[in-house]
């Protein structure tokens, strides 16, 4: 048989993939996976290279290039885009000593790539490097049948409505629940700093946590993480979508960044926290600009003040507050120190663009 029926799809058989994939890999050779971001700014492209050292650096891997006409970054004439690796994974999927590599978009006459926003994120974090700033990222993700449709979703209808499912645990609520074991565990083999998951308000809306890590190692390891969940869901038949409102009067995606500096997570810092978001309710719509990555667009579909969410048009924030722009969790409030949550990033955003307008307006005090 050429295949097998994994639910409503064919797949390949994974028995027969096992009996290649465990042959023995000579010691002398790595596989080298390498990701980056395309045209969209949204989703990963990826491809792979032997190499005849495990490196331990990303330095020492070598330049690379792809074809930007086929990924919306160049024109065919002139199609060659640079990959420099800035990052470096143990690759779960391949395991042994193979890698998966984090790569910067450049274009052919070295100039950054206008959808490499890495590079400027890394300026300002060097710029901001004595207030150690901390992010955590929490992913939420819807999976999604090949139809189109959330997974497990009846295909004529809808679900029971929402409330059951956030948290959730049970084959009626629950699911797809192997796909985000699969992650989370794929993700502590890489090496990525995941904080936790859990089930989201949605059925087949999930979500995973990155960090708190320093500067720009937490949205490295949020790429890297999404690499994987697209990754890992493609074995089970499924697609992962960071889509921030899928569907009409259901919970949307969203990306909640929570962010400290060293002055915050001290004694007194709650004085630091209240501080900051003064500054940033004076810059609503330019955050907005940069929390998804058609430059408001898709935010304003989704902060309707429905379903957890916060106003497009108006800051607002408050304590152990959900449909705010920024929360101060209720155990910051009592410590007197801690971090901000701002709930206003897509699902679908870049978290190089989103960390930098936060450290510009807070740590280096830029105003409009
Ligand atoms: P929510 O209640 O909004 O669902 P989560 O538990 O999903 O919150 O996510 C909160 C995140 O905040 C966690 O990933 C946690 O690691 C992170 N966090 C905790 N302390 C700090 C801090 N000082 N700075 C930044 N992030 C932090
Ligand atoms: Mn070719
Ligand atoms: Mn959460
Ligand atoms: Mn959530
Ligand atoms: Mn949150």
């Known amino acids: 048989m050429a295949g097998v029926m994994l639910g409503t799809k064919l797949c390949t058989n994974k028995i027969v993939l096992e009996r ?7 010691k002398d050779k790595v596989q080298c996976m390498y990701v980056w971001i395309d045209g969209t700014g949204e989703n990963l492209r990826a491809k792979t290279r032997t190499l005849d050292f495990v490196p331990k650096d990303p330095k020492e891997l070598p330049i690379w290039n792809f074809d930007g006409s086929s990924t919306g970054q160049a024109v065919g004439e002139n199609s060659d885009v640079m990959i420099h690796p800035v990052a470096l994974y143990q690759d779960p ?3 042994n000593n193979n890698r998966l590599v984090l790569c910067e978009t450049y274009a052919h006459d070295g100039k950054v790539h206008p959808t490499n926003l890495r590079h400027g994120c ?3 974090m060097e710029k901001a490097k004595s207030f150690k700033p901390w992010f955590a990222f929490e992913q939420e993700y819807t999976l999604m049948d ?6 497990g979703w009846p295909k004529n209808g809808f679900p029971g409505p929402q409330g059951p499912y956030y948290t959730s645990v049970g084959a009626n609520k629950a699911y ?6 699969a992650h989370y565990k794929a993700c502590l083999r890489a090496g990525i700093n995941i904080f936790g998951t859990n089930a989201e308000g949605m059925p087949s809306q999930w979500e995973f946590q990155i960090g708190p890590s320093e500067g720009i190692t937490a949205s490295d390891d949020l790429w890297m993480a999404r690499f994987l969940i697209h990754r890992i869901a493609e074995d089970f038949g499924i697609a992962v979508t960071l889509e921030p409102k899928l569907k009409k009067d259901w919970s949307g995606a969203g990306g909640h960044v929570n962010f400290s500096t060293v002055q915050m997570r001290q004694p007194g810092g709650l004085a630091v926290i209240k501080e900051a978001v003064e500054k940033l309710s004076k810059r ?10 058609k430059g408001g667009a898709d935010n304003l579909r989704r902060l309707t003040c429905m379903h957890e969410t916060s106003s497009f048009y108006e800051f607002t924030h408050g304590v152990a507050h959900r449909n705010a722009s920024v929360r101060i969790p209720r155990q910051v409030n009592e410590d007197g120190c801690g971090y901000l949550e701002d709930r206003r990033p897509t699902a679908n955003c870049d978290p190089y663009a989103v960390t930098e307008m936060l450290v510009r307006t807070t740590c280096l005090n830029e105003t409009d």
């Open 20 to 26: 290649y994939m465990s042959l023995p890999q000579p």
């Open 93 to 95: 999927v391949r395991g």
């Open 122 to 124: 890394v300026q300002v």
């Open 146 to 151: 090949i139809d189109d449709q959330p997974f």
């Open 176 to 181: 797809g629940r192997d796909v985000v074991e």
């Open 284 to 293: 609503h719509q330019t955050h907005l600009k940069f929390y998804d990555p």
